[in-house]
């Protein structure tokens, strides 16, 4: 498993932006599938973007057009740029990753398939 550790989230406005990083100190990311996560309260976690090891990307339809999953293999660090966030964005936001998905199984975003992920970052969206 890789320790991850999220951070950027915050409270905005809706219509504004928020980048979100996900870094770790030990593992490179260009071997990983990598993956964004949130769950607002009494909802189950749902996948938001994620990024296969050859820098492929895929988004949830909530999200497509907003949103923009990459990452830097040189800083080991992933990236999550939000923009036009509505209120229904808000949200604890996690980053995950395995090492051993397969591009299509990576773009699943079935948060049960991802074996490593970080504590959570808040964004919080008013209207």
């Known amino acids: 498993q890789v320790q991850l550790e999220e951070s950027g989230g915050g409270s905005v406005q809706a219509g504004g932006s928020l980048r979100l990083s996900c870094a770790n100190s030990?593992?490179?990311?260009?071997?990983?599938?990598m993956g964004w996560f949130r769950q607002a309260p009494g909802k189950e976690r749902e996948g938001v973007a994620a990024?296969?090891?050859?820098?492929?990307?895929s988004y949830a339809d909530s999200v497509k057009g907003r949103f923009t999953i990459s990452k830097d293999n040189a800083k080991n660090t992933l990236y999550l740029q939000m923009n036009s966030l509505k209120p229904e964005d808000t949200a604890m936001y996690y980053c995950?990753?395995?090492?051993?998905?397969?591009?299509?199984?990576?773009?699943?975003?079935?948060?049960?398939?991802?074996?490593?992920w970080g504590q959570g970052t808040q964004v919080t969206v008013s209207s």
């Open positions: 030990k593992y490179t990311y260009s071997n990983y599938c």
């Open positions: 990024i296969a090891s050859d820098g492929s990307a």
């Open positions: 995950a990753a395995d090492r051993f998905l397969s591009r299509s199984t990576c773009f699943r975003l079935n948060f049960a398939q991802y074996n490593s």
